[in-house]
């Protein structure tokens, strides 16, 4: 099945700090989605986004698909952006959400 | 996007007892899948509710361990039996639909001592 890899796994940012996470996964994707897990573990979607560029406030996201990697683009960082952040896809016939092993960000005042 | 209503959010059990988790979608979906995340780990595929059929469960899962029902297009149920410490993690309910991704349930974040 599809491995999705995500870098960095921890990150440390001053408030108002920029910062880009990145994931890549080994096989196209018919699916690709980028959650935050706020410190009380609910699972926030903010992109789906298997193809292209999208933009949300201060997040954004590209993912290339013929290059088979996403990014996360998180601008003027709060101490709410705080938590882990997954990216996930579905590669090929299966309807199966596979997740990769998150990045932890602490957002510091 | 569909919401979804996950209870309880939170419980302490007693080893060797179960807990049935449920989760209520607000439209009716075909697939809903239920997925494990140990404490600092990411998540965890257990197995996919189908309507009509049994479940279908991933490697390293059984229904002995992790039955689960889906009696209708909106509801399903997943219960943990016989606990044992190990099995103390977040347990959550996901749906797909066509243009949103999947969507999540709040999670139900399991003890058991």
């Known amino acids: 099945g599809i491995q999705v890899e995500q870098s960095p796994p921890d990150l440390i940012l001053q408030e108002g700090a920029n910062s880009t996470l990145r994931c890549n996964f080994s096989?196209?994707?018919?699916?690709l989605q980028w959650f935050h897990q706020n410190p009380w573990g609910q699972l926030i979607n903010l992109f789906y986004?298997?193809?292209g560029t999208k933009q949300n406030g201060r997040l954004s996201a590209t993912t290339v698909a013929t290059e088979r990697y996403s990014l996360l683009y998180i601008s003027s960082s709060q101490t709410t952006d705080s938590g882990v952040y997954f990216c996930?896809?579905?590669?090929?016939?299966?309807?199966?959400?596979?997740f990769g092993t998150g990045t932890l960000l602490a957002v510091q005042p | 996007s569909a919401v979804i209503s996950q209870k309880p959010s939170r419980d302490i059990c007693q080893r060797g007892t179960s807990l049935t988790i449920q989760c209520q979608v607000d439209?009716?979906?075909?697939?809903m899948f239920w997925y494990r995340q140990q404490p600092g780990q990411s998540l965890t595929l257990i197995a996919t509710?189908?309507?009509?059929?049994?479940?279908?469960?991933e490697s390293g899962f059984v229904i002995d361990k992790f039955p689960i029902s889906r009696p209708n297009l909106t509801f399903s149920t997943l219960t943990v039996s016989n606990m044992s410490p190990e099995d103390s993690s977040i347990y959550l309910c996901?749906?797909?639909?066509?243009?949103?991704?999947?969507?999540f349930g709040s999670g139900t974040r399991l003890t058991v001592v």
């Open positions: 996901s749906v797909g639909q066509f243009s949103y991704g999947y969507t």
């Open positions: 096989d196209s994707v018919n699916n």
């Open positions: 986004i298997p193809s």
């Open positions: 996930a896809a579905i590669s090929g016939a299966t309807n199966k959400l596979i």
């Open positions: 439209s009716q979906v075909t697939m």
């Open positions: 509710a189908n309507q009509g059929s049994e479940a279908t469960y």
